[in-house]
């Protein structure tokens, strides 16, 4: 009896991934089960978040955690960033804990490499405001109370007191990204570890 293997999902050249490149990822509960999201896998998903976005020069303007899958939106900071790594390591860490509690992610995230067409600001807020809506979508909150969702959130290196709904708006967010951009406000990864 041979046992079949999933399908693995097609992925763009490898160079679509780094530098400044901005992917959608979509990692999946294996089985699209739930009972694993609360206030105790958030704080640990945003730990291992942030160093994923140190080690790899990453940031995460948006993500949000549903009960069977998690979204996040990833913007290169530097030419050497690269979120093909920077996935899988954030993936297997997740997942060490995700383990902890009876799950684990589907064989592979789903990805979209946004276009040139875009890297636009307002097709960027676009796509964001998408992720923000998704509790919306699946009746988890009220129509224009994504705010609310307790599972969505930004994680940009270094400004942990940003809030994506405050009164700045998303001008916070695009003020951080060029400033860490601009400074290279994050940490070079060492030669000798890559």
């Not at 763009?12 to 959608?24: K, S």
């Not at 730990?47 to 913007?75: N, S, V």
């Not at 967010?173 to 400074?183: D, N, Y």
């Amino acid at each position: 009896m041979t046992v079949e293997r999933p399908q693995r999902l097609k992925r763009l050249p490898a160079e679509y991934y780094r530098g400044e490149a901005w992917v959608h990822w979509v990692c999946t509960i294996d089985g699209r089960r739930t009972g694993w999201l609360d206030a105790r896998f958030l704080y640990k998903m945003r730990e291992l978040l942030t160093h994923a976005a140190f080690r790899y020069q990453i940031a995460c303007p948006i993500y949000c955690l549903m009960p069977d899958h998690i979204h996040l939106l990833w913007a290169g900071l530097a030419d050497d960033s690269d979120q093909l790594p920077a996935m899988k390591a954030f993936r297997l860490n997740s997942n060490d804990c995700l383990k902890r509690v009876g799950h684990q992610f589907q064989l592979q995230p789903y990805d979209h490499v946004l276009k040139d067409h875009e890297l636009e600001r307002g097709a960027i807020e676009s796509t964001m405001e998408y992720i923000a809506r998704n509790p919306e979508r699946k009746g988890l909150v009220k129509t224009d109370h994504f705010q609310t969702y307790p599972y969505t959130g930004c994680l940009l290196p270094g400004a942990p007191r940003i809030r994506l709904f405050g009164e700045a708006g998303w001008d916070e967010v695009w003020q951080t990204l060029s400033f860490l951009k601009r400074t290279a406000c994050f940490r070079r990864p060492d030669p000798k570890y890559l």
